[in-house]
């Protein structure tokens, strides 16, 4: 589906991660962790690029991609974005998404690659589905975790939902996890690994560490699933 919309909101997520949330049509639908493509216009041209739904399906009012603001040229045009602008968006794509197949999910992110996962998380949690689901997030600092009240929100309301955050560069008073995901981290945080299907998205060089993690613990390949950002 392609239509016209414009900003409904802009949400600042981290100091430099904000959310774009737009108006979202009647007969849109979507799946948890699927993607869009949004065109922008800026200096008298339109700039068209691919993000992630961070919004969960079950959030009807609004469709929402999140981004970090870099110095590219689409971030720059972003930036500039204010309520009631312009946007064209074409949606959905993609097959990275759950609604419910599976008992138990592990989720292995970094970064604003969280963003398809908080869609699934948020979906679940306002579904009340079932499914035990364990998030791995692993960024540089406390400052760079997307999402962090909204995640320990839904950990709240969702008695299914297990939130771990890992940093590599913590302060002293952080005592979560420290460092990357490690392979006794998925084991530890998931006991019934061997029966769980794993989510993991993020850069490429990233997901491709996580893959070879699960590897080594015997996670057979159809249990699987990943996304890569290669906009990262």
């Known amino acids: ?19 774009f949330r737009f108006s ?10 699927q993607y869009m493509f949004v065109t922008l216009k800026a200096s008298g041209k339109e700039l068209r690029k691919h993000f992630t739904i961070s919004s969960s399906p ?6 929402e991609f999140t981004k970090r603001i870099t110095g590219s040229e689409f971030s720059a045009a972003l930036n500039t974005l204010g309520k009631g ?13 759950f609604e419910g197949e599976f008992a138990k999910i592990g989720m292995l992110s970094g970064g604003i690659g969280i963003t398809p996962l908080r869609s699934i998380c948020k979906y679940c949690t306002d579904m009340k589905l079932d499914t035990k689901i364990t998030l791995l997030y692993g960024n540089r600092s406390e400052q760079d975790i997307v ?9 709240e309301q969702n008695k299914n939902l297990k939130v771990i955050f890992t940093l590599d560069e913590p302060n002293e008073s952080w005592t979560g996890h420290k ?21 993991t998205c993020g850069p490429p060089a990233m997901v491709e560490a996580m893959k070879k993690l699960l ?18």
């Open 179 to 199: 460092g990357r995901i490690t392979a006794d981290m998925i084991k530890n945080e998931n006991p019934n690994y061997l029966d769980t299907v794993f989510f």
């Open 147 to 155: 999402f962090r009240k909204e995640l320990e929100e839904m950990k």
């Open 1 to 19: 589906m392609e239509f016209e919309t414009s900003v409904q909101d802009i949400v600042q997520r981290t100091y430099n991660v904000k959310s």
């Open 24 to 33: 979202r049509p009647v007969g849109l639908g979507y799946k948890a962790g």
């Open 85 to 97: 602008d312009w946007a064209k968006i074409s949606a959905p794509y993609g097959n990275f998404t």
């Open 58 to 63: 079950s959030e009807s009012t609004f469709i």
């Open 215 to 232: 590897a080594t613990l015997n996670i057979p390949q159809e249990q699987i699933r990943w996304e890569l950002f290669p906009g990262y």
